[in-house]
T-cell receptor, first 114, second 114 residues
Framework: AQSVTQPDIHITVSEGASLELRCNYS??????LFWYVQSPGQGLQLLLK??????LVQGIKGFEAEFKRSQSSFNLRKPSVHWSDAAEYFC????????????FGTGTKLQVIP | ETGVTQTPRHLVMGMTNKKSLKCEQH?????MYWYKQSAKKPLELMFV???????ENNSVPSRFSPECPNSSHLFLHLHTLQPEDSALYLC?????????????FGPGTRLLVL
């Protein structure tokens, strides 16, 4: 079965600084990879996803992620963080080929300070 | 606003009570999901419905009973719950059932079992 690890439980960045959230997955073939964001009191919202092709994926709200097969990683980045980006971020992985459930990581909570 | 609504948003119940959670999606999707979100744990997939038929039950205790009368509505009936069942219960939908599908989440029901 696939698995996903988000090593950072909590990250604090200053507004305007760059951001990178780490995600590592375990799956033998090419996975489907997702980043979701959950703002306080809200459900999860898709930021971006990777299935195949260009390994650098652009998402909403200025986020991007890069799929690195050699490192089994799919890190999320943003060049300049805004206070409204404070939320919890979840990486998820799905198996290709037929239906398989999507597995979510434990999340990384982002705090943005002025 | 994701097009997925959940009621109630908050629920406090005793261990002997019976209550129901409701989820409605206005997106014309065919697949619906129940997840349990507990602090510091990955999202736990509980049930999956596809075209009103239950296609997955991830070893969920029988005190949780799902119902999907049509593709737009999903219920979770709760009976004799335990304090460890306290969590945020998220409903999601997707166009089809598939690991490549984007899931659209509701805001969740925050459940407290006393």
């Amino acid at each position: 079965a696939q698995s996903v690890t988000q090593p950072d439980i909590h990250i604090t960045v200053s507004e305007g600084a760059s951001l990178e959230l780490r995600c590592n997955y375990s799956y033998g073939a090419t996975p489907y990879l997702f980043w979701y964001v959950q703002s306080p009191g809200q459900g999860l919202q898709l930021l971006l996803k990777y299935f195949s092709g260009d390994t650098l994926v652009q998402g909403i709200k200025g986020f991007e992620a890069e799929f690195k097969r050699s490192q089994s990683s799919f890190n999320l980045r943003k060049p300049s963080v805004h206070w409204s980006d404070a939320a919890e971020y979840f990486c998820a992985v799905g198996r290709s080929g037929g239906y398989q459930k999507v597995t979510f990581g434990t999340g990384t909570k982002l705090q943005v300070i002025p | 606003e994701t097009g997925v609504t959940q009621t109630p948003r908050h629920l406090v119940m005793g261990m002997t009570n019976k209550k129901s959670l409701k989820c409605e999606q206005h997106l014309g999707h065919n697949a619906m999901y129940w997840y349990k979100q507990s602090a510091k744990k990955p999202l736990e997939l509980m049930f999956v419905y596809n075209f009103k038929e239950q296609t997955e039950n991830n070893s969920v205790p029988s005190r949780f009973s799902p119902e999907c009368p049509n593709s737009s509505h999903l219920f979770l009936h709760l009976h004799t719950l335990q304090p460890e069942d306290s969590a945020l219960y998220l409903c999601a939908s997707s166009p089809e059932r598939g690991s490549q599908e984007t899931q659209y989440f509701g805001p969740g029901t925050r459940l407290l079992v006393l």
